[in-house]
C-alpha cells in the first residue's frame, strides 16, 4: 500500500511542480492567490495542509483555486469568475478534485497530445455517439452493395466490431458518471480511480476514433451513403407465429377454397377425417385453414379445436404440451406416454379439430405415436387438417389424394385488389395513371403469390404516392427477381425477392428489431412484451421528449407488422394492442442469411440458433449447450425461451460471461442452481440494462448488491409469489425507467425513498406501507416521480394514504394508465380515501380491482376523467355506480371500451350506460349475473 501512496504522490508532486511553472509565468498581482514555489504535500501527514492554493493549465486555459475555510470552489475560466459551494469535504478531496484532469495528462508523458484529447473527451463522445449514428446508416445502405464489393464485404464486419467497440465504451462511461455522482466528491482512493478511468478511456476512444477514420476512409472510396441517419426513434417513418385468428376483410381470393375444404367436412361420414392443404410458401395455406378453423359453419361441429404450429427439427413433447395447454390441462414434467393418455382422455367423448400447421417431416415416427393416441368414435365425425409444402409429408400421414387441396394463385384482378388492401391504394391514388401502371406493374411480379403481394404492398403504405418512388421499387424488385435466376421458376422467388426487398426498405433502426425474432425458436410465440424489453435493452429504440421508450417500440413493431413481416398472433380486441407475434417462415429463412452475414446471432449448418464462442445474442432452449460459450467475451444477450432449467454455479462457461445488457430469466426454475452464485454474477455484470426474472420459483429476496447495477432500466420482478424481500439499494439505481413487482403477493411493501427515481416510466405493484411501516413506501413518494405513464398500486390490509397524500397522483402530469388493486381491503379508512384520490385528467387507461365499495369511486366521472378511453372494473363488490358517474348534460363519457367480470352484486342496465358512453366500440362482460339487457 505504501508503494501505491508513493507512486501516486510523485505523479502528484510532478504535476504540482510542471503547474506552477505554467502559473509562474502567467501571474499578475490580481491574482486571487499565488503559490512561490513548488509545493511540498505529506499524503500521510494530516497535519500538513495549506489555506490555498492555485494550480492551472495553459493547455486547458482554466484555473482552479481552493480556500479550506471558505470551503469553496473559484473557477476562473478568461476573465470569469464562478463561485460554487463544495460539499463539506477535507482538503485532501479538494486537491484531488483540483488536479484530477492535470493528472491523466501527466499519465500519458509520452503522449501530450493524448493528455489532451482525454481533458477533452466529454465533447468527444457527443461527437463519437453522432457518428455511431451516421455508421449505423452507414452500415445499412453499404450493405446492400456487398454481393458485388468484396472491399465492402471485408470492410462492413471491421466496422460493425468498432461500432459495439465504441457502444460499451460509452455505456461504461456514462455508467462510471452516474458512479461518481452518487459517490460525491470524497475520498482520495475514489479520485486515483477517476484519474486512472479517465487515462484508460481516452486511449480507448483515441484508438477506436483513429480506427473509424481509417475504416470509414477505406470504405468511402467504394460507395458514399445518400442519406443522414434515421431517428432512432422511428418518428421520422409512417407507419409467423401462425394462430387461429384471421381479419377477414383482408383476404382475398380463397372463398372457392375454403368452400371446398368445407364441403369435405360437412359431408364426411368416417369418424376421423384427413384432410391436407398443400402449396408453396406464401401461397396461402395457414391462412386457409385459420378461415377453416374459424368457420361460423363448423363451429357448432367440434367440441374442442386444437392449433398446433410446428418448429424444426419436430419435438413431439411440445407438441402434446400444446395440445394439452389448449384442452385446460397442464403436461408439464410429465412423460409424453402420459400426457398422450390425457389427450386421449380429454377428446374422447368429444368430435375435435385438429390443425397441424406447416409440417415438414414425419421422420422418427412422432406422427404414428400421437396419431396412435387420438381417439376415433363412430358418429363424432372428427377432422385432422395438415398444411405442409410437401405432397409426399401428408400423404405419409395418411392424407389420400382426394383430400388433398392446393391453393391456387390469384389471377390478375385478384392481386391487385390485395394489393390495394394493404399498400392502402385509395380511390384518389386509382385517378393517378401511372401510379397505377407502376402498381400493377409490380403486382405482376409478384406472380399470384399473396405473400409476395402483400410484403410489397406493405413496403409500399408506408411510402409517398409518387409514381417516380414507385418506380424505383419495380425496378429493385426486377433486379432481386433477375438475381434469384432459375429459382423464381418454382415459386418460392417471388417471395423471397419482395422479401428481401421490403427488408432493404426498412429503416435502419429497424433492421435489428426483426433480426431479434431469430433469438427465438422457430414458429414461436413471441411475447411482445418481452420482444420491447429486448429491444430496450439493446438500445435498438429508445424514447424521446414525447413518448416513452416503450411507446416508441410500440410503433416499431407496429410498422414491421404494417410492412408484413410480422404476423400478429393475439391481440387485445378493445384496441388491437399486440399480445404476442412471430414472423413467417419463409421471412425467417430470409433473416437467418442476414444474420449469419451481420453476425448477428450464431447458427450451425441446419439452421438451428446456437451457441458458440462468437455469440452475440442467444435464446436458450432444452437443446443449448451452454458450455460452446468458453471464451465469449460478445454475448449481449441471454434469454430463456423454450426450457425452465438453467444450471448455474460460479464454475459454468456462463459465470464468466462479463458483457451483458440484457438477461432474461423468465420462468426460471431455481432448482440445481447455487442462488447466491448467480445473483453474485448477475450483479456482476455492469453493462447490464434490463434485468427480468419474472415469476421465478423460490426467489426469495433481491440482495442489496443490486445497487451496483448503475445501467440497469429494465428490472421486472412480476409473479414472483415467493419474494418477500427488495434491497434499499434499489432505489438508487438513476437509470431505471421500468419497475415491475406487480402480483408478489409475499412481498408486503417497497423499500422507501422511490422519489429518488425521477426516470421512472412504468411502475408496478407499488405497495403502499401502513402507518407502523417507516421504513416502507408512501403514496407521498410518487410526488416527484413526475414522468409516469404507466402505475399499478396495490391496497393491502395495512396500508394507510393521509388526508394530505389525496391529491398526490394529479400532479403526475403524464400518466396514461392508471391501475389501483384493492386488494379486497375491508377497512372503511382505506375505502374512504380511495374515494377521495384525485388521479390526473391525463388518464386514458383505467383499471379498478378488488374493490369493496358500496358504489364506484366518485373520481370516476366524465368531468375528472376525460381522455378516458377504456375502463375495467374487475372481482369487485360494486352494487351501484357513484351518482358522479353519470355525468351530466355538459359532461359525457368519451369511453371507448368497457370491461365489467366477476361484478356479481352489480345492478345496471344497458341503456342507462349506453345513454352516458354513446361512444362505446368494445363490451367485455363476465360472471356479472344483476346487469340488465346487456348484448353480451
Avoid at 432481386?480 to 422479401?499: F, P, Q, R, W, Y
Wanted: with cysteine; glycine share 6%.
Amino acid at each position: 500500500m505504501s508503494a501505491i501512496y508513493d507512486n501516486w504522490e510523485r505523479l502528484v508532486r510532478a504535476t504540482l511542480r510542471r503547474e506552477d511553472l505554467l502559473l509562474s509565468a502567467q501571474r499578475t498581482p490580481s491574482d486571487i492567490s499565488t503559490v512561490s514555489e513548488s509545493p511540498s504535500f505529506n499524503f500521510s501527514d494530516p497535519s500538513h495542509s495549506a489555506s490555498s492554493f492555485n494550480i492551472s493549465s495553459s493547455l486547458v486555459g482554466d484555473s482552479f483555486t481552493y480556500h479550506q475555510n471558505l470551503q469553496a470552489t473559484n473557477y476562473i475560466s478568461g476573465s470569469n469568475l464562478i463561485k460554487h459551494r463544495s460539499s463539506n469535504v477535507g482538503l485532501k478531496g479538494a486537491l484531488v478534485s483540483a488536479v484530477a484532469q492535470e493528472l491523466v495528462k501527466e499519465l500519458a508523458l509520452a503522449n501530450q497530445d493524448q493528455g489532451q484529447y482525454a481533458l477533452q473527451f466529454p465533447t468527444r463522445f457527443r461527437i463519437l455517439e453522432e457518428e455511431l449514428k451516421i455508421m449505423q446508416v452507414f452500415i445499412s445502405e453499404a450493405s446492400k452493395l456487398k454481393e458485388n464489393r468484396e472491399t465492402v464485404r471485408t470492410v462492413l464486419p471491421v466496422l460493425r466490431e468498432l461500432i459495439y467497440e465504441a457502444d460499451d465504451l460509452v455505456l461504461d462511461s456514462k455508467i462510471r458518471d452516474d458512479y461518481r455522482k452518487m459517490k460525491g466528491a470524497s475520498g482520495f482512493f475514489l479520485y486515483l480511480s477517476e484519474i486512472y478511468f479517465r487515462y484508460q478511456t481516452g486511449k480507448k476512444l483515441t484508438e477506436i476514433n483513429t480506427r473509424i477514420k481509417r475504416t470509414r476512409d477505406n470504405l468511402k472510396s467504394y460507395y458514399t451513403p445518400s442519406q443522414r441517419p434515421s431517428s432512432q426513434n422511428g418518428n421520422d417513418t409512417v407507419r409467423r407465429w401462425t394462430a387461429p385468428v384471421i381479419n377477414q376483410s383482408e383476404v382475398v381470393g380463397l372463398k372457392e377454397d375454403a368452400a371446398k375444404v368445407r364441403g369435405w367436412i360437412l359431408g364426411q361420414n368416417e369418424p376421423l377425417l384427413h384432410l391436407a392443404i398443400v402449396g408453396l410458401g406464401g401461397l396461402g395455406k395457414t391462412t386457409l385453414a385459420k378461415m377453416i378453423y374459424r368457420d361460423v359453419n363448423l363451429k357448432r361441429r367440434f367440441q374442442e379445436k386444437i392449433w398446433v404450429s410446428f418448429s424444426q427439427p419436430v419435438k413431439e413433447d411440445e407438441i402434446m404440451k400444446s395440445m394439452l395447454k389448449q384442452l385446460n390441462a397442464d403436461g408439464s414434467g410429465s412423460p409424453k406416454g402420459d400426457m398422450l393418455s390425457t389427450i386421449h382422455g380429454l377428446l374422447s367423448d368429444k368430435a375435435y379439430l385438429i390443425v397441424l400447421d406447416d409440417v415438414w417431416s414425419t421422420d422418427d415416427g412422432w406422427w404414428e405415436r400421437i396419431s396412435g393416441g387420438l381417439p376415433v368414435k363412430e358418429g363424432h365425425n372428427s377432422c385432422i387438417i395438415i398444411t405442409s409444402r410437401i405432397k409426399t409429408v401428408v400423404k405419409n400421414m395418411g392424407v389420400q389424394d382426394a383430400q388433398i387441396h392446393q391453393p391456387r394463385y390469384l389471377n390478375d384482378e385478384e392481386s391487385w385488389k390485395l394489393f390495394c388492401k394493404v399498400a392502402r391504394v385509395s380511390e384518389v391514388d386509382e385517378q393517378n395513371t401511372k401510379l397505377v401502371e407502376e402498381g400493377k406493374e409490380i403486382v405482376k411480379k409478384c406472380g399470384g403469390l399473396p405473400l409476395a403481394i402483400k410484403t410489397v404492398g406493405g413496403l409500399l403504405s408506408s411510402e409517398e404516392r409518387s409514381s417516380i418512388k414507385w418506380r424505383r421499387i419495380r425496378e429493385t424488385f426486377h433486379e432481386k427477381l433477375t438475381s434469384m435466376g432459375d429459382n423464381c421458376s418454382e415459386g418460392n422467388g417471388h417471395v423471397i425477392a419482395s422479401l428481401q426487398l421490403s427488408y432493404d426498405e426498412l429503416p435502419a433502426f429497424l433492421k435489428p428489431c426483426i433480426l431479434c425474432f431469430l433469438i427465438y425458436p422457430e414458429n414461436y410465440e413471441v411475447d411482445a412484451d418481452q420482444l420491447i424489453r429486448l429491444w430496450v435493452g439493446e438500445g435498438f429504440v429508445s424514447g424521446n421528449s414525447t413518448e416513452t421508450v416503450t411507446e416508441s417500440a410500440l410503433k416499431c413493431l407496429s410498422e414491421l407488422i404494417s410492412r408484413c413481416l410480422v404476423e400478429v398472433a393475439q391481440r387485445r380486441n378493445y384496441d388491437g394492442s399486440v399480445y404476442t407475434c412471430k414472423v413467417h417462415d419463409m421471412v425467417r429463412d430470409l433473416t437467418i442469411k442476414i444474420a449469419r452475414e451481420e453476425d448477428f446471432c450464431s447458427f450451425d449448418a441446419n439452421r438451428n440458433h446456437i451457441a458458440d464462442v462468437g455469440s452475440r445474442r442467444l435464446g436458450v432452449t432444452q437443446e443449448t449447450k451452454l458450455s460452446a460459450l468458453r471464451g465469449n467475451s460478445k454475448l449481449r444477450a441471454l434469454l430463456l425461451t423454450t426450457t425452465h432449467y438453467i444450471g448455474f454455479n460460479r464454475k459454468t462457461e456462463l459465470a464468466k460471461i462479463k458483457s451483458l445488457r440484457v438477461l432474461d430469466l423468465s420462468h426460471a426454475r431455481l432448482d440445481y442452481v447455487f442462488v447466491k452464485d448467480l445473483w453474485d454474477w448477475i450483479t456482476s455484470l455492469k453493462r447490464l440494462v434490463c434485468l427480468s426474472l419474472r415469476d421465478v420459483a423460490q426467489l426469495l429476496e433481491v440482495p442489496n448488491s443490486i445497487g451496483k447495477l448503475l445501467g440497469l432500466q429494465v428490472l421486472i420482478l412480476g409473479e414472483c409469489k415467493d419474494l418477500k424481500k427488495l434491497p434499499t439499494s434499489i432505489i438508487n439505481l438513476p437509470r431505471l425507467i421500468i419497475l415491475d413487482v406487480g402480483n408478489c403477493p409475499s412481498l408486503r411493501c417497497l423499500p422507501q425513498g422511490f422519489s429518488k427515481l425521477s426516470k421512472l416510466q412504468e411502475l408496478y405493484g407499488f405497495k403502499i406501507a401502513g402507518t407502523g411501516k417507516a421504513s416502507g413506501s408512501h403514496l407521498a413518494e410518487l410526488k416527484a416521480v413526475t414522468e409516469l405513464r404507466v402505475l399499478q398500486i396495490d391496497i393491502t390490509e395495512d396500508s394507510t394514504i393521509e388526508d394530505q397524500e389525496l391529491e398526490i397522483l394529479a400532479q403526475l402530469e403524464k400518466l396514461k394508465i392508471l391501475s389501483i388493486n384493492a386488494g379486497d381491503c375491508k377497512d372503511k379508512n382505506i375505502l374512504s380515501k380511495l374515494n377521495k384520490l384525485s388521479p390526473p385528467s391525463s388518464i386514458e387507461e383505467l383499471y379498478l380491482k378488488h374493490y369493496l365499495g358500496e358504489t364506484t369511486p366518485a373520481w370516476i366521472n366524465p368531468r375528472s376523467l376525460q381522455q378516458l378511453q377504456y375502463l375495467s372494473v374487475e372481482n369487485s363488490g360494486i352494487e351501484k355506480m357513484n351518482q358522479e358517474f353519470w355525468g351530466d348534460e355538459e359532461y359525457k363519457w368519451d369511453v371507448k371500451g368497457l370491461c365489467l367480470k366477476f361484478c356479481q352484486r352489480l345492478e345496471v342496465s344497458w341503456e342507462e350506460l349506453q345513454s352516458v358512453m354513446p361512444e362505446i366500440r368494445h363490451l367485455e362482460v363476465c360472471q356479472c349475473n344483476l346487469l340488465v339487457s346487456f348484448p353480451c
